[in-house]
């Protein structure tokens, strides 16, 4: 069962979410759940198909992998341990993994090509609702929509999903 994490957000006249938590009498509101990514919001409405989903989350998950995003403080994961006869050599090392996990994401990122890697980054690893990407990218609404659909089909072609 998915975590909801139900807030009451104010919309802008163009329809954007901002991230104000008060709600003025004037303003449109609307109530979101922050647990939820864009992708997986897109998805449940229908506006992308299982294989793009599937592609997104294959490309955010390198992203986390890869440790891409910004750390708040240091990094508390300990190191391996030698334990009986198999040395810490046998375990994988993080490292190795974190840097196969970039290999990975800049590799889907090229697949995608400039100009559709931008909105994808923006939607799936940064979790920028489409109509915030759109705006800041200065696009006419639902543009991003198409856009995203085109990156992620290149994408999964890249993961090779069927």
Request: hydrophobic share 45%; charged share 25%.
């Amino acid at each position: 069962m998915a975590m909801r994490e139900w807030v009451e957000r104010e919309i802008d006249t163009d329809g954007v979410v901002s991230n104000r938590s008060v709600v003025t009498r004037r303003r449109r509101s609307v109530t979101v759940n922050l647990a939820e990514s864009p992708l997986s919001w897109l998805r449940a409405r229908g506006m992308v198909d299982a294989r793009q989903f599937e592609a997104g989350e294959r490309l955010r998950a390198d992203y986390e992998r890869a440790s891409l995003g910004p750390h708040v403080t240091m990094r508390w994961e300990s190191s391996p341990v030698a334990r009986g006869r198999r040395g810490a050599s046998d375990a994988i090392d993080p490292t190795l993994a974190q840097l196969a996990a970039k290999r990975r994401f800049d590799a889907a990122m090229a697949a995608a090509g400039t100009g559709l890697s931008d909105v994808a980054w923006r939607v799936i690893c940064a979790g920028d609702a489409l109509p915030m990407v759109e705006k800041a990218l200065g696009w006419p609404a639902r543009a991003g929509k198409l856009v995203l659909c085109l990156a992620l089909d290149r994408i999964a072609a890249h993961y090779q999903l069927p």
